[in-house]
């Protein structure tokens, strides 16, 4: 038994050595271990250096342009994302449905838009005004009664707010 026990363990060490020839222990000890140079207190100094200097510029802001306007004001100008409207009754040439709504103005003129997929429904003039409607949001648009045969469409956005009294069927 003795013997199985020596033959196998000399037929180990000896299997063992021919695999572990090029591991990393065949280099410890060698200051020059993978090509690697030494490098001096200096060198190390100056390298940390030159990468302190570099300040890291926001790429967000455009090269030669100037920059007059908050990231959150620009990010909402440039969003193609229009606020819904319920219309939940016959109103002269709209009817009842949801519709996106957009604000454009065209040549002086405030228009409010309203639109189903990719359809104008209605375009209504209306007028530019400063109220905010007592609104928390930004983009905002409501249906509101007004009178016993009117309804008004208030429409609020980053460019301008209008409001626009439209006739009920």
């Known amino acids: 038994m003795k013997k199985i026990i020596t033959i196998l363990s000399i037929i180990f060490i000896s299997c063992s050595k021919v695999y572990a020839e090029g591991d990393l222990w065949d280099n410890y000890g060698d200051t020059n271990t993978y090509g690697q140079q030494a490098v001096s207190d200096q060198e190390f100094d100056k390298a940390l250096q030159s990468k302190q200097k570099k300040k890291k510029r926001d790429k967000n802001i455009p090269k030669g342009e100037n920059f007059s306007q908050s990231n959150e004001t620009e990010m909402l100008k440039n969003s193609k994302e229009l606020p819904v409207l319920l219309v939940p009754l016959n109103l002269k040439s709209i009817p009842i ?54 309804v008004e469409i208030i429409y609020g956005g980053v460019d301008f707010n209008a409001y626009s009294i439209v006739d009920i069927e």
């Open 97 to 150: 449905g949801h519709y996106q709504v957009e604000g454009i103005k065209e040549n002086g003129e405030v228009f409010i838009k309203l639109y189903q997929a990719h359809d104008v429904i209605a375009k209504l003039p209306a007028e530019e005004t400063d109220d905010d409607f007592g609104s928390e949001t930004i983009n905002f648009v409501k249906l509101l009664p007004h009178g016993d045969y009117h």
